[in-house]
């Protein structure tokens, strides 16, 4: 392998919704630079922030119909179990919600939990609170679809967090989804919650930090009970 390989292989593509982003950055830093060089490199800095922020890297997602997978990358900022959505019609039995939360630093692709078919896709408007707070889940603008799978019907929710402005959503209703599967982004910090049907035990703490389409959140199957984590 040459150094060019090397350097190829190191680098992550970027996903083709931040080429505009980008150019925009990159071009302000331009203009920014011809009325002083300082603001040239400030502005160089966040065009390679804003490269890092659509990144899209390749993930080796588990083929295993009893897992269930994270969304996106991110820490994990609850687990509970609450009712979920009333636009996502799954009734009013509380059901177990793993939370996962994105920075500006984290990859923003959102990924199919599970391999499935996707049978509702809900759009509400709402506020831009911090994507942290537990009551963003019913007060922020959300995007929610839900995948039906051998072990029911599993509920992904897009909240939209305090700088966030825009939730894409390339899945359409009745389509199938593999799980890793890209289906979204949401440009810039957010949240995504999953919502587990019955039988699932969580494979996840509050504070540990997940991998998209990789991550473990929740098995279903297993004599195991919930997973009990500690810090060291």
Not at 61 to 83: N, T, Y
Not at 85 to 99: C, F, H, N, W
Not at 191 to 200: C, H, M, Q, S, T
Not at 215 to 232: D, H, M, Q, Y
């Amino acid at each position: 392998m040459n150094l060019f390989d090397t350097i190829r292989n190191t680098l992550v593509p970027i996903h083709k919704e931040g080429y505009v982003f980008v150019a925009a950055f990159f071009i302000v830093s331009l203009i920014l630079g011809y009325f002083a060089e300082p603001l040239f490199w400030i502005g160089l800095v966040l065009t390679l922030w804003c490269a890092y922020f659509f990144r899209d890297p390749e993930r080796v997602v588990p083929q295993d119909d009893d897992l269930i997978l994270s969304p996106a990358d991110g820490r994990i900022s609850h687990v509970a179990v609450v009712v979920p959505p009333p636009e996502l019609q799954l009734g009013s039995v509380p059901m177990l919600r793993i939370s996962v939360f994105m920075n500006v630093f984290d990859c923003h692709i959102n990924r199919s939990p599970v391999r499935g078919q996707v049978t509702r896709i809900e759009y509400r408007a709402g506020q831009f609170i911090n994507a942290e707070l537990d009551k963003a889940s019913s007060d922020n603008e959300r995007n929610g679809l839900v995948i039906e799978t051998r072990h029911g019907q599993v509920g992904v929710v897009q909240i939209a967090g305090l700088v966030a402005r825009r939730i894409l959503c390339w899945a359409k209703p009745t389509e199938p989804l593999n799980a890793g599967e890209r289906f979204g982004l949401i440009r810039f910090g957010s949240r995504l919650d999953v919502f587990v049907p019955a039988g699932g035990q969580p494979r996840v703490s509050v504070g540990q930090r997940a991998v998209g389409g990789e991550t473990v959140l929740a098995e279903f199957g297993s004599p195991k009970g919930p997973t009990i984590s500690r810090r060291t």
